[in-house]
């Protein structure tokens, strides 16, 4: 059974930085995307930024120049460093891996969400 372990939310002041954490526990294969996405209270989910097997990023607009998404493979971890956070930024974040495996299929996993609150 594949879980996604999240970790590194947390509370922090406007300006500051928080760095999350996800990895993918037991045997995966095929990873395509892993992603952060973040959902705020009374708004929907949304992309932060994720990124593709073979390294092409993709951030939205609200955080592009801030935060950073990186992978490392070898680990099934994928990492959002958020930097010069703003209030805005404050939500559930979540984290996504999607892909094929010879043994599953097509799959789709998350994370159970961490939360990051930025206050001002």
């Known amino acids: 059974q594949v879980q996604l372990v999240e970790s590194g939310g947390g509370l922090v002041q406007a300006g500051g930085s928080l760095r999350l954490s996800c990895t993918a526990s037991?045997?995966?294969?095929?990873?395509?995307?892993m992603g952060w996405y973040r959902q705020a209270p009374g708004k929907q989910r949304e992309l932060v930024a994720d990124?593709?097997?073979?390294?092409?990023?993709n951030y939205a607009d609200s955080v592009k120049g801030r935060f950073t998404i990186s992978r490392d493979n070898a680990k099934n971890t994928v990492t959002l460093q958020m930097n010069s956070l703003k209030p805005e930024d404050t939500a559930v974040y979540y984290c996504?891996?999607?892909?094929?495996?010879?043994?599953?299929?097509?799959?789709?996993?998350w994370g159970q969400g961490t939360q990051v609150t930025v206050s001002s």
């Open positions: 996504n891996i999607d892909g094929e495996d010879y043994n599953l299929g097509p799959y789709d996993f």
């Open positions: 037991g045997s995966l294969f095929g990873i395509n995307a």
């Open positions: 990124i593709i097997s073979d390294g092409r990023t």
